[in-house]
């Protein structure tokens, strides 16, 4: 019985197309494709996954280039489960790695714990804005953590503290080999947030940025004093296309899937960006999104 109760229960897909599942709708096939059903289902699979196969965590895909030639060995996706969000003290939330930064905010303002409604305008899940410490309208994930719980090659449970990482604009860096399964965030007592601030940071989105199109956000980070979107823009890159990936025309850092791109296209894209970046400006721009995978052969 004990045995039986050991056996892994969650949904693995073999050559599952990282299409369907990245923002930018494009991304070759991922060798597996794991989808725990519960965190004790994770811990299981960890456990038992050799220890030469890759493991890729996977959240929304918001800010992931995934290669033609797709993912060798397994990628992660625990967006059914680490949903929890609970109010653990006044100010001071719990966070399951795969709730949508969209929920926390909504239900933060709701429970009237601020500044949260930064997180509205990211399209990914708590655990990927913790890897990225993902910001916007001048918040930033980790200035809110105050504890972290993560889940290693093994399986095995850590509770970890903000001090235990190296935290800096869109980087993060912390122990190897393992991924946030769950945050804490404290707030401020003196704030209150405000539906109507989070819904104007919402309206200045859609009209700056070409939401309704595939993208990744922007590419990338803005170099210190200056912003890249100025830098491409003063570039004429603007509508800049190679094969179906443009340059927005809306927002010159971020580049679009207009017409059925290739991941290949989207990079062989940042490359020429940064290069007549680096011509006109003489300033090499330092890409956000993570780029990962094969080049297909
Ligand atoms: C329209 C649009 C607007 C955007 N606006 C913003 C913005 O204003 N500010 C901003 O910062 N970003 C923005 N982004 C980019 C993106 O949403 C963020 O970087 C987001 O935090 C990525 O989260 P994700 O869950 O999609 O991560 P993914 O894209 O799935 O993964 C990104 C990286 O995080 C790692 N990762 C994911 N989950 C975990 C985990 N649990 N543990 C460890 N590592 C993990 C992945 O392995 C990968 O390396 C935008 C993107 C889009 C498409």
Not at 155 to 175: C, L, Q
Not at 217 to 244: Q, Y
Request: a neutral charge; proline letters at 5%.
């Amino acid at each position: 019985m004990a045995a039986r109760q050991k056996q892994q229960r969650g949904e693995v897909r073999l050559n599952e197309p990282m299409s369907k599942h990245t923002s930018w709708r494009v991304g070759g096939p991922a060798e597996t494709f794991f989808v725990p059903s519960s965190i004790e289902d994770l811990a299981l699979f960890l456990h038992d996954l050799h220890a030469d196969i890759p493991v890729l965590w996977f959240g929304a895909g918001s800010n992931l280039l995934v290669r033609d030639g797709g993912i060798p060995g397994v990628v992660i996706s625990a967006t059914r489960i680490l949903k929890d969000l609970d109010r653990v003290e006044n100010y001071a939330v719990r966070a399951g790695a795969g709730l949508a930064c969209t929920q926390l905010a909504r239900q933060c303002v709701r429970w009237n714990i601020g500044p949260s409604e930064f997180f509205a305008g990211i399209p990914g899940t708590v655990g990927g804005a913790l890897a990225m410490n993902a910001g916007a309208h001048g918040g930033e994930t980790w200035e809110r953590v105050e504890s972290l719980r993560t889940i290693d090659r093994s399986g095995v449970i850590n509770e970890r503290a903000p001090g235990e990482y190296s935290v800096g604009y869109r980087s993060v860096t912390g122990p190897g080999n393992e991924w946030f399964i769950e945050a804490t965030f404290r707030f401020d007592p003196d704030f209150s947030p405000s539906v109507a601030a989070m819904k104007e940071m919402l309206e200045r989105r859609k009209k700056t940025q070409p939401l309704g199109l595939p993208s990744c956000g922007s590419v990338f980070r803005n170099p210190p004093g200056d912003h890249a979107a100025r830098l491409i823009e003063a570039a004429g890159l603007k509508g800049f296309t190679i094969g179906g990936a443009e340059v927005s025309d809306k927002h010159a850092n971020f580049i679009i899937n207009r017409d059925g791109a290739t991941a290949a296209d989207i990079e062989k894209l940042i490359q020429y960006v940064r290069q007549t970046v680096i011509e006109k400006h003489g300033i090499e721009l330092i890409h956000e999104v993570r780029i990962v995978g094969e080049v297909a052969q």
